[in-house]
């Protein structure tokens, strides 16, 4: 923080501004004048002035609208400027800053450690994943890269009555998850499993398998905003395409599902390279009504039939 309390223009907020408002108009003003990229819980720089200033205070993030003209104390408005601050000069995602991150209608503990949620695989959660499954059917669920296991936790609140697995090849981002998993005190449904993919889970069966890999391509790495820096490259990087990790994923599915199970993945911009590398593969594209691409379902009888496709030439493990 002492860097963010040497910043030119925080004394002049705090002896200017006075209510929430004001520092909301005064951060949103210069993160635009700073282009910075949002995109990581927030598409805009009011919202994320918000989300920074309501943190600051200590305050909900749906704030009710009359306390936006609340008269804030010095300290109070120091703090909240000192974050805005920091945002603006160290391009740091904000849920990196405040350790908070929202997914599913769910708060999360996130760090550096994993990549902060923004999967539109949440309004699928939502939906219970309705039509590809029956949710009173599903008894067993598998989130595979599962990171701070936002997916894991709001698949287990979802389906009640189900046990999840959650894999991650990375132990920081398996601690992140496990501080989130007894957030929800989920410890006797919810799994975590330090594995390379399937590689941790021989023997184990799913009727749902979720997953959110990495699927960032070489020239997309190259091209990211700074604010991508921040998370942790395991979690991006797939491959010159972007299909190193998923090819696996689509190759070894079918042997951990259930007859009738669903295998639900995003892979973002990497839509156009993994339908060019597999043509004969009828992948079904999820349309979301808050916003978000690539995300595909195919059930365990398409894996079946096209496995010879996924495991042909596949990145080894």
């Known amino acids: 923080m002492a860097r963010a309390r040497n910043e030119p223009g925080v004394d002049a907020a705090v002896d200017e501004l006075r209510t929430l408002q004001d520092l909301v108009r005064w951060g949103a003003s210069r993160f635009n004048q700073a282009d910075l990229f949002y995109?990581?819980?927030?598409?805009?720089a009011?919202?994320?002035?918000?989300?920074?200033?309501?943190?600051?205070?200590?305050?909900?993030?749906?704030?009710?609208?009359?306390?936006?003209?609340?008269?804030?104390?010095?300290?109070?408005?120091?703090?909240?400027?000192?974050?805005l601050v920091r945002r603006l000069t160290e391009r740091r995602p904000a849920a990196y800053l405040t350790h908070e991150a929202w997914f599913a209608g769910l708060s999360f503990y996130v760090d550096e450690r994993v990549l902060v949620p923004r999967s539109p695989i949440a309004e699928l959660i939502d939906h219970g994943f309705e039509p590809w499954v029956e949710p009173e059917g599903v008894d067993r669920i598998l989130d595979l890269c599962t990171g701070s296991g936002c997916i894991a936790v709001a698949c287990a609140?979802?389906?009640?009555?189900?046990?999840?697995?959650?894999?991650?090849?990375?132990?920081?981002?398996?601690?992140?998850?496990?501080?989130?998993?007894?957030?929800?005190?989920?410890?006797?449904?919810?799994?975590?499993?330090?594995?390379?993919?399937?590689?941790?889970l021989q023997g184990r069966t799913y009727d749902l398998?979720?997953?959110?890999?990495?699927?960032?391509?070489?020239?997309?790495?190259?091209?990211?905003?700074?604010?991508?820096?921040?998370?942790?490259?395991?979690?991006?990087?797939?491959?010159?395409?972007?299909?190193?990790?998923?090819?696996?994923?689509?190759?070894?599915?079918?042997?951990?599902?259930?007859?009738?199970?669903?295998?639900?993945?995003?892979?973002?911009h990497s839509r156009a390279a993994?339908?060019?590398?597999?043509?004969?593969?009828?992948?079904?594209?999820?349309?979301?009504?808050?916003?978000?691409?690539?995300?595909?379902?195919?059930?365990?009888?398409?894996?079946?039939?096209?496995?010879?496709e996924f495991q042909e030439g596949a990145p080894s493990a």
């Open 209 to 268: 398998i979720v997953t959110n890999p990495p699927y960032v391509g070489r020239a997309e790495m190259a091209s990211l905003p700074p604010e991508y820096g921040f998370e942790p490259r395991v979690g991006l990087y797939s491959g010159e395409q972007g299909l190193d990790c998923i090819q696996r994923i689509l190759g070894g599915a079918a042997e951990h599902l259930n007859p009738g199970g669903v295998l639900v993945a995003e892979v973002g």
């Open 157 to 200: 609140l979802a389906f009640p009555g189900a046990r999840v697995d959650a894999a991650d090849i990375s132990e920081d981002a398996l601690q992140v998850a496990r501080i989130n998993v007894d957030r929800y005190a989920l410890e006797d449904r919810v799994r975590l499993f330090d594995s390379d993919l399937y590689a941790g």
């Open 46 to 83: 009011i919202d994320e002035a918000l989300q920074l200033v309501t943190h600051a205070l200590h305050l909900p993030r749906d704030l009710s609208p009359e306390l936006l003209q609340a008269r804030l104390t010095r300290q109070e408005r120091r703090g909240a400027a000192e974050l």
């Open 39 to 44: 995109g990581h819980g927030t598409d805009n």
């Open 274 to 308: 993994l339908e060019a590398r597999f043509p004969r593969v009828p992948f079904v594209w999820v349309e979301f009504q808050r916003g978000g691409e690539g995300v595909f379902a195919l059930a365990r009888d398409q894996l079946v039939e096209y496995r010879p």
